[in-house]
């Protein structure tokens, strides 16, 4: 039983303590602080940033093998992935200013 318990703890410590992936986490929120040390550990970068209606920064990011990831940071300093893929084509783009 002693066993059980020392796995179950370690276990437990391992998910709450480890530097998490940033990998299959749709809908994943964090501090922005912690969602940014994420995203330099995947090595993107920043490949688009806007204000969306409600406000809040949406940011796109890329790395070196197609992985994209979008984030949306709240006012709250927290932060949500909103979204992530593995392909897609580049475009060109543009700024546009609000008419």
């Known amino acids: 039983m002693r066993w ?3 796995i ?8 709450i303590f480890l530097p998490q992936n940033l990998s299959a986490k749709v809908g994943y929120c964090s501090s922005t ?24 920064l949406v940011t796109v990011y890329l790395n070196q093998s197609g992985k ?9 300093q927290k932060s949500c992935i909103a979204d992530e893929g593995y ?3 580049g475009v060109e783009l543009k700024k546009y200013e609000r008419s």
Not at 9 to 15: G, Q, S, W
Not at 36 to 48: D, N, P, S, T, Y
Not at 49 to 54: K, P, T
């Open 4 to 6: 059980l318990n020392i």
């Open 8 to 15: 179950c703890t370690t276990a437990f410590l391992a998910v």
């Open 33 to 56: 602080k912690e969602m940014m040390l994420g995203v330099r550990a995947e090595k993107m970068r920043l490949i688009f940033r806007g204000i969306s209606v409600n406000g809040h």
């Open 68 to 76: 994209f990831l979008a984030v949306v940071h709240q006012h709250n």
């Open 87 to 89: 392909s897609g084509d």
